[in-house]
């Protein structure tokens, strides 16, 4: 069983930038990737970055790339997601997930634990 909390999403202007924070607790976090996703209303869930278990590799969405960088720290058993550049079609809630299954790090069911999720508003 993992627990992941994620926390930093709050209301920005266009432009801004954001860090956001996914803590786990439970089963070795070490030994899993990792990643972000987030959903907007009446969207559905979709992938925004993707880290490998030890940090080495990572993966973005198209719409992030350059602007958003993941990175993870085993010590302390975090994932972050810094976002620069925030647009409007920023706003979503994201969420953290343990990837757990084999696949493409883009598809949501390739990921068993989730968390509650952190709204991020981006005003234009």
Known sequence: QVQL?????????????????????????????MG?????????REFVAGITNSGTNTDYAESVKGRFTISR???????????????PEDTAVYYCAVKTFPGPVQRPTTY???????????SS
């Not at 909390?5 to 899993?32: H, I, M, N, P, W």
């Not at 972000?36 to 009446?42: D, E, H, I, K, Y």
């Open 5 to 33: 909390v994620e926390s930093g999403g709050r209301l920005v202007q266009a432009g801004s930038s954001l860090k956001l924070s996914c803590a786990a607790s439970g089963r070795t976090f070490s030994d899993y990737a």
């Open 36 to 44: 972000w996703f987030r959903q907007a209303p009446g969207k559905e």
């Open 73 to 87: 720290d085993n010590a302390k058993k975090t994932v972050d997601l810094q976002m620069n550049g925030l647009k």
């Open 112 to 122: 068993r634990y989730w968390g509650q999720g952190t709204q991020v508003t981006v």
